[in-house]
Structure formats: C-alpha cells, structure tokens
C-alpha cells in the first residue's frame, strides 16, 4: 500500500478550524430549531433506517443504546419521532424491540436543516475578531 492509499488518522490544524467553524455554525442552525447535535444525529439515522431498532441506530451511532433511548424520549415529546411496538411493525410481541418512525414534524426539521451554510472565512474571522 502506498503513502496515498493509507488511510489518515490526523488532521492539519486548519482543517482543525474549519471543523470547528463548521461545528459552531451548525450548533447556532441547531439552536433555532432547539436542537443539539446528538438529537440531529439521532433523527437523521432514525430517518434514514426507519425499520431498525433503537439498539441498531445506537451502534451505528457509536453511543448507548441507554443515551439513545433517552434521546428518543426527547425527541418523542417535541413531536419529531413516535415509537411503535414489535407488534405494530408485524412481529411477535417483545416490548424490547421498538421500532421509532420520524413524524411529518421531524421531517420538515431535517429538510430546514438539509443545507446549512457555512460563511465564507474572511466573514468568520471578521465577527470572531
């Protein structure tokens, strides 16, 4: 395997900021829709694999499958996800497997957030200096 084909495991440190950058912009979009970055996390794997578990989405997520059930009950109550039993989704009965459907609300919030700006350098540093 060459130099170019190893895969990298550190970042330049301007890469560094503009991760940052990128982090802090997303946390303001967030904030106007009264999100964190976790529970966009959580709702954009739940849309995306709709018929998976909550234990499922907590692994592709890297987190514990207690933390996303306590992320699903957030999201429940601001009206974003609706869980539905085993049963609901065809199977036997096992109160452990929910399945968490993203609701109309919880769509419309990914799609206003599907594209967030990002202002370009120059106007970054001016507003942080």
Avoid: W
């Avoid at 999201?75 to 869980?83: A, D, F, I, S």
């Amino acid at each position: 395997m060459s130099d170019s084909e190893q895969p990298r495991t550190m970042i330049t440190l301007a890469e560094a900021v503009e991760l940052y950058r990128a982090m802090r912009c997303l946390e303001t979009a967030l904030a106007a829709h009264d999100l964190t970055v976790f529970q966009l996390a959580l709702l954009s794997s739940l849309a995306a694999h709709p018929d998976a578990p909550i234990g499922t989405n907590a692994r592709r997520l890297g987190i514990d499958p207690a933390t996303t059930t306590s992320g699903v009950n957030r999201l429940e109550k601001r009206g974003l996800v609706m869980r539905r039993t085993s049963s609901d989704a065809g199977k036997p009965r096992d109160r452990r497997y929910v399945l968490v459907d993203v609701t109309e609300r919880g769509r419309e919030t990914l799609a206003a957030l599907a594209t967030i700006a990002l202002p370009p350098m120059d106007e970054a540093q001016e507003r942080s200096g």
